[in-house]
């Protein structure tokens, strides 16, 4: 089984939180090595659940996940874009 990008953003807060189950775990863990992206995401994704912890407040900001999907399509579809190197 390969995870896409679009299954580890769901994946990301579990993931933070280690509720995932091992096995899938260890597949975004796979994932996050691979891919620059994802683990941006999950980057900015523990920033904020650390500047929200002061409050003891876990919910992400609303709109976050709107604003972070928006913004995770348009550096897909930039890096789709981008001619791919080192391959033929
Ligand atoms: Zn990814």
New binding site residues.
């Given amino acids: 089984m390969v995870?896409?990008?679009k299954h580890?953003?769901n994946y990301v807060s579990e993931f933070l939180d280690n509720s995932l189950p091992t096995k899938t775990r260890e597949l975004v863990q796979k994932?996050?090595e691979?891919?620059?992206?994802?683990?941006a995401?999950l980057d900015s994704t523990r920033n904020v659940l650390i500047l929200t912890a002061d409050d003891r407040v876990f919910e992400l900001p609303a709109g976050y996940t709107e604003r972070l999907h928006a913004r995770l399509a348009r550096e897909?579809d930039a890096a789709n874009r981008r001619p791919t190197q080192g391959q033929d």
């Fill in positions: 995870l896409e990008c580890v953003w994932h996050l691979n891919c620059e992206i994802c683990s995401i897909i």
